[in-house]
T-cell receptor, first 113, second 116 residues
Framework: AQSVSQHNHHVILSEAASLELGCNYS??????LFWYVQYPGQHLQLLLK??????LVKGIKGFEAEFIKSKFSFNLRKPSVQWSDTAEYFC???????????FGTGTKLQVIP | GAVVSQHPSRVICKSGTSVKIECRSL??????MFWYRQFPKQSLMLMAT?????????EQGVEKDKFLINHASLTLSTLTVTSAHPEDSSFYIC????????????FGPGTRLTVL
């Protein structure tokens, strides 16, 4: 079965530190990749997505992610985090053109001022 | 951006009763809606895919007779938890997209169900 794994369950960083959250998926075919964010008390919001083209995708709020097909990875990065980035981040994949989305287990990011 | 709403945001009910949760796409037509369940400290688990005008497709292990889904219009899908039990207590989230494999899903704010 297709799966998505996020390696870091809880990350604590100081403001201005760089961030990289890992995401790997299990399917070898055509995939669409997403990162969603859930701020405390709010619903899921799309950070960025990759469908095709340039494997380096830029999203909102200074986030970016790189699709590396050979590694089945789609890691999320931000050069300098802010306290307001404290949230839970979910990697998600849909496979083969189907709309059904499989989510990773999420990574809680805590940024300390 | 596209907005998806859910109602109610929070519901508490007695064991054995049924609860209906609504999911609406406010500014776009959604041919497909998805229902997820999120347990504490876990990820979203897809329960079913709701297609306008046809029967929902349930994921393995999800009881279709317990979780009734109706997608009667392009802007509304409902999830009814029938004969709810305490183990059904969870956070239920819907998402909606306008269609297509590259479609982005927009998520509702979720409904917290507590069954006493």
């Amino acid at each position: 079965a297709q799966s998505v794994s996020q390696h870091n369950h809880h990350v604590i960083l100081s403001e201005a530190a760089s961030l990289e959250l890992g995401c790997n998926y299990s399917y070898g075919g055509t995939v669409n990749l997403f990162w969603y964010v859930q701020y405390p008390g709010q619903h899921l919001q799309l950070l960025l997505k990759y469908f095709s083209g340039d494997p380096l995708v830029k999203g909102i709020k200074g986030f970016e992610a790189e699709f590396i097909k050979s590694k089945f990875s789609f890691n999320l990065r931000k050069p300098s985090v802010q306290w307001s980035d404290t949230a839970e981040y979910f990697c998600a994949v849909n496979y083969g053109g189907y709309q059904k989305v499989t989510f990773g287990t999420g990574t809680k990011l805590q940024v300390i001022p | 951006g596209a907005v998806v709403s859910q109602h109610p945001s929070r519901v508490i009910c007695k064991s054995g009763t049924s609860v209906k949760i609504e999911c609406r796409s406010l500014d776009f037509q959604a041919t497909t809606m998805f229902w997820y369940r999120q347990f504490p400290k876990q990820s979203l688990m897809l329960m079913a895919t709701s297609n306008e005008g046809s029967k929902a497709t349930y994921e393995q292990g999800v009881e279709k007779d317990k979780f009734l889904i109706n997608h009667a219009s392009l802007t509304l899908s409902t999830l009814t938890v029938t004969s709810a039990h305490p183990e059904d207590s969870s956070f239920y989230i819907c998402s909606a997209g306008s269609g297509g494999g590259t479609d982005t899903q927009y998520f509702g704010p979720g409904t917290r169900l507590t069954v006493l």
